[in-house]
């Protein structure tokens, strides 16, 4: 059986994105596309996501202008290609606390979020550190504590401390402390919803940027070679990266990086008329494709 | 483009506006976990300790600001913000009362958003050096 569709869904984009950020090492090496997804996960009678995106009326003008993102477009068009709307997202799981996976929390009226608590209690030890520390505030928008203070007080805010199971039916939650930040966490999804999956996936948010996070740069030899950027340690992503990649039978195309462009390569896609693409990675029984 | 004075009143303000940033950031920090129920929020947290002392920095700073016309009206959201996330702060001197903090800190945050729209050079969110982008003219 398969339990769940799951879609990676396109929403901007960075055209030339230096491969030294998403690559530990690879300074002076040029620039490939960054794509900007979320992922949504249907089936079961639930509809989730993993991360959410941005805020374009906070960010996007900085970032288009400034930081070169392109072509972001809101979650009720990119959601909407696939046939649902924000508000029939029920669930969301935010990897981490950047602004641009938790950045859009107020599109999702209905949503039910899931946060590690160590990710917002060390972003709050690190604002109380003095000023010469502000390289570890990185990334975080004040904005969105202020909105998640409402989520939590709307009882829409489940801060989890480590791993938690099932939290759908076969959706698991996977702490991966002091790697990319303080409490970033993957989702996975055994799409059999067996204990012992043989059709498990991995949603790493910014664990791994790319495919050669996950295999170096000789997928005949392959080694783990940790992303551009840990606010924890690489020692302690290369070990959440075996983690991953054993969850998944040692089938690498199973863990999924949001940023990765060939996704495409791998799995069915299409482009929409926006520019963004909607890449399918599985189908639950009796789904109809949304990239055919 | 902004005139010598202005920039010079950018470069010697943009202090300010971060400290009272970072004291917005760190009473939101506080209510969210207070709101989520965490065992660590307290009216004796550290982050809060900082915040006070931090909000007492950026009132020293905003009162030697001599803004020039062009930046007047940054000048003036700014003291509002300032006054919003004072009050929000006094707040937190009694019990943990969500409502009475986070109204004026919702306040003074927005003050500080339209400060930035005022003039260039103030950012609400650190992009230098994010993962998710790389300023333009250094990927090259």
């Known amino acids: 059986m398969t339990a769940y569709s799951l879609w990676v869904m396109e929403f901007a984009a960075v055209p030339n994105y230096p491969q030294s950020g998403l690559i530990y090492g690879m300074h002076n090496q040029g620039t490939r596309k960054l794509p900007y997804c979320y992922i949504v996960i249907k089936g079961q009678g639930h509809l989730a996501m993993v991360d959410v995106g941005y805020n374009h009326k906070a960010h996007g003008e900085v970032l288009a202008n400034t930081y070169g993102v392109r072509g972001w477009h809101p979650p009720r068009e990119v959601l909407g290609e696939i046939g649902i709307t924000p508000e029939d997202i029920g669930t969301v799981f935010i990897t981490h606390a950047h602004f641009d996976h938790m950045g859009n929390i107020e599109d999702f009226p209905n949503a039910t979020f899931y946060l590690q608590e160590r990710e917002l209690s060390k972003w709050v030890w690190t604002m109380s550190l003095p000023r010469r520390f502000r390289w570890l505030m990185l990334g975080i928008d004040p904005a969105d504590i202020l909105r998640a203070v409402d989520l939590a007080r709307q009882?829409?805010?489940?801060?989890?401390?480590?791993?938690?199971?099932?939290?759908?039916?076969?959706?698991?939650?996977?702490?991966?402390?002091?790697?990319?930040?303080?409490?970033?966490?993957?989702?996975?999804?055994?799409?059999?919803?067996?204990?012992?999956?043989?059709?498990?996936?991995?949603?790493?948010?910014?664990?791994?940027?790319?495919?050669?996070?996950?295999?170096?740069?000789?997928?005949?030899?392959?080694?783990?070679?940790?992303?551009?950027?840990?606010?924890?340690?690489?020692?302690?992503?290369?070990?959440?990266?075996?983690?991953?990649?054993?969850?998944?039978?040692g089938d690498i195309t199973h863990v999924v990086p949001p940023h990765e462009e060939r996704l495409k390569d791998l799995f069915p896609s299409r482009i929409t008329k926006a520019g963004l693409r909607i890449t399918e990675l599985a189908l639950a029984d009796g789904e109809k494709s949304q990239v055919h | 483009m902004v005139d010598d004075a202005t920039a010079t009143y950018i470069v010697d303000n943009q202090r300010c506006f971060e400290d009272l940033k970072q004291v917005a950031s760190q009473l939101a920090g506080l209510l969210v976990l207070a709101a989520a129920g965490s065992k660590e929020a307290s009216p004796h947290h550290p982050a809060l300790l900082r915040a006070r002392e931090l909000y007492r920095e950026a009132m020293d700073e905003m009162h030697r600001g001599r803004p020039t016309e062009r930046a007047r009206k940054h000048h003036e959201h700014v003291a509002k913000a300032a006054a919003m996330i004072g009050a929000a702060l006094r707040q937190t001197e009694g019990a943990f009362d969500l409502d009475r903090i986070l109204i004026p800190l919702r306040a003074g945050y927005a003050e500080l958003e339209r400060a930035a729209d005022a003039l260039p050079g103030f950012e609400m969110v650190s992009y230098e050096r994010a993962c998710c982008g790389q300023r333009l003219g250094q990927s090259k």
């Not at chain 1, 790697?179 to 993957?186: A, E, F, I, P, R």
């Not at chain 1, 790493?204 to 005949?220: I, S, W």
């Open chain 1, 155 to 249: 009882g829409r805010l489940v801060c989890v401390d480590g791993d938690r199971e099932n939290v759908l039916p076969g959706v698991d939650l996977h702490a991966a402390f002091d790697t990319h930040t303080w409490g970033s966490m993957y989702v996975t999804v055994r799409n059999d919803l067996a204990t012992n999956s043989e059709s498990s996936w991995v949603f790493c948010g910014d664990l791994a940027y790319t495919q050669e996070n996950l295999r170096g740069h000789d997928p005949k030899d392959p080694e783990y070679i940790p992303i551009g950027f840990a606010m924890g340690s690489q020692f302690n992503l290369i070990m959440k990266t075996e983690e991953m990649v054993k969850s998944v039978g």
